[in-house]
């Protein structure tokens, strides 16, 4: 997370946070699992409370869930009964480990300034053909939200670029309607890619 005030609503809430009302993007898992063979291996980066791993795991996956803060990762641990890393996107360092990295309402937090390095250290991580899913709210400029929380607030083309870039395969960028956790109007992207 990129600043103080990001950190510190998610050390401060993680309990409310994890424990909040909200509808699992179901579409978006299955359309993401359906892209991985029986079993694979997947990163959730920013798991929160848990509940999108507990999703994949029900389904059989072999899932790492991961989250940058130390609270939230405990919640997740409660749900899950397991061990949930603590890490930034920053550190990920991996190769060839894994089938799939979800990241879903996570990278949001990535400064834009560092958002690129984050998604080009993601494809080393992904076995050949992996997918990768993030979702971002859409905007111009990044910014806070009502809540202190920062947000780099990309547009599509941004995203894009950024894809094109870094040598992703079969990218997709959809746009939809829905709020987030402040409960006001958001205007989400999703991203799906290949290595």
């Known amino acids: 997370m990129p600043d103080d005030t990001t950190s510190s609503f998610y050390r401060e ?31 959730e980066l920013g798991c929160g409370g848990g509940q999108d791993s507990a999703y994949m795991l029900s389904k059989g996956f072999d899932v790492t869930p991961t989250d940058r803060s130390a609270e939230l990762a405990s919640q997740a641990e409660a749900l899950l009964g397991r061990p949930v890393g603590i890490m930034a996107f920053e550190e990920l360092d991996a190769d060839e480990t894994f089938h799939g990295v979800w990241a879903e309402a996570s990278l949001l937090h990535v400064p834009r300034a560092s958002l690129a390095d984050v998604i080009e250290r993601i494809r ?6 992996g997918a990768f899913h993030a979702t971002f709210k859409a ?13 780099n607030y990309p547009s599509a083309e941004l995203l894009s670029g950024m894809l094109n870039r870094t040598g992703w395969h079969d990218a997709a960028i959809s746009e939809s309607d829905g709020s987030g956790y402040d409960g006001k109007p958001t205007r989400w992207l999703a991203l799906r890619a290949q290595k």
């Open 139 to 151: 905007g111009d400029a990044e910014g806070h939200d009502g809540l202190g929380r920062y947000y």
């Open 13 to 43: 809430h993680a309990t409310a946070y994890a424990a909040r009302a909200r509808n699992l993007p179901i579409r978006r898992l299955d359309t993401f699992l359906s892209m991985l063979p029986p079993g694979a291996a997947i990163l």
């Open 124 to 129: 080393p991580a992904l076995r050949p053909a």
